[in-house]
DNA sequence: CAGATTCTGTACAATACTGAACACATTCCG
DNA sequence: CGGAATGTGTTCAGTATTGTACAGAATCTG
């Protein structure tokens, strides 16, 4: 991609969070964003149709960064490791502001609903579904832990929880082991037990 | 000027000051610096001719800069307060990377040079050589302030004294009170007087 | 030494950005 | 109410930047 193109769109979406953690987003201008970004107005018509385009695209790319961080060993599962997990939470702290105005304006309920997707689709990969959990319904069981944790990271994200990222993600991280949510094991933890 | 002009070309200086501060002059390329600003080496070459030509226009914003803080009432004098020479030397402090290498650097003692220039245009105006001055040739009086405060500016930004930009500049503007290098009277300390 | 690599300075067509203008909608305010 | 001000979305010609290519200089390296 061109130079130009990578960074005014870097440009206007740090200036539209930069906004959205300032003021509510039905008062910020595409005028206020252009100059923030320090760009011309007909600039951010070029890359976005609207406001709302924006909003979605920057939720999009916010997305993007957010399961990158679930996923730091590839492709493999969603938070593999405590340390993963603290990470996230750490990197949700970090853009809370962000995140907190995705999820609480209204009409923006597709945020929590993306987010949720993203975790029931990785946890129903994960669950261990033997031992404690064989009488249950994996379904029922996987929706449960995935609303729980988005719940958790609204309450995070929106200062609704006096606990710190860290201590949250910690007491998750043992939450999710005691229902058998792992990681799938790696190839080579198998050798690894062999030594 | 266009937008994009002012862009580019604050990156370009911005990166070069960054690389400035980390290693030497003439180890510096071209490469580097589009690299460092996110910009196209052609763009680098529309606006300087070379590193040297960059050096030179670099040496010359930071000028701009450092003389606006020396003349924070318009263009009345050289430190016209006490807080203005402060200033000063809090702003050198902070950007010491910067001119200690354009001080050290051989093939620029221009930089030097331009400094004294300035420092001595700006005390020839406010020398008062009455008094203890009146026996002394104020051509050398002058040049012998200028050289100091051009030594001692350069004692603080290659780091050769132990003592702060605080303490540095209280010491100085003593030594140029003491010399009679006062900033011409403003028209209302005259009256500041009659009450 | 020769070959490889990197840097320099220049040129160029393609392209993204610019600022200005425009008609229209919305909001503000006396 | 009315008009002043501000925001929206579009268009457009002009311009700065882009990536690429090139040849020659400089530096590294076996």
Same mark, same amino acid.
């Given at each position: 991609m061109d130079r130009r193109i990578r960074k005014s769109q870097e &440009? #206007? #979406?740090e200036a539209f969070i930069q906004l959205i953690a300032e003021k509510n987003f039905e008062q910020i201008t595409i005028n206020e964003i252009a100059e923030r970004a320090n760009v011309s107005r007909g600039t951010v018509y070029s890359h976005y149709t609207d406001k709302y385009d924006l909003l979605d695209q920057c939720i999009r790319t916010h997305f993007v960064k957010l399961i *990158? %961080?679930?996923l730091p060993c590839g492709e493999q599962a969603l938070f593999p490791t405590e340390a993963a997990l603290h990470y996230t939470f750490r990197y949700l702290d970090e853009h809370a502001s962000f995140y907190a105005a995705a999820l609480a304006n209204q009409g923006v309920p597709a945020f $929590?609903? $993306?987010l949720q997707a993203v975790l029931i689709r990785g946890f129903d990969k994960q669950m *261990?579904? /033997?031992g404690i959990n064989k009488m249950m319904d994996k /379904? #029922?069981?996987v929706?449960?832990?995935a609303v729980a944790m988005t719940g958790m990271i609204?309450?995070?994200v929106t200062r609704a929880t006096p606990y %710190? &990222?860290?201590e949250l993600s910690g007491q998750l991280w043992a939450l999710m082991e005691r229902n058998q949510m792992v990681p799938p094991s790696a190839p080579l933890s198998i050798s690894t037990k062999l030594f």
């Open positions: &440009a #206007i #979406i *990158d %961080s679930c $929590r609903n $993306r *261990d579904m /033997g /379904g #029922i069981l929706q449960f832990l609204e309450q995070l %710190s &990222a860290t």
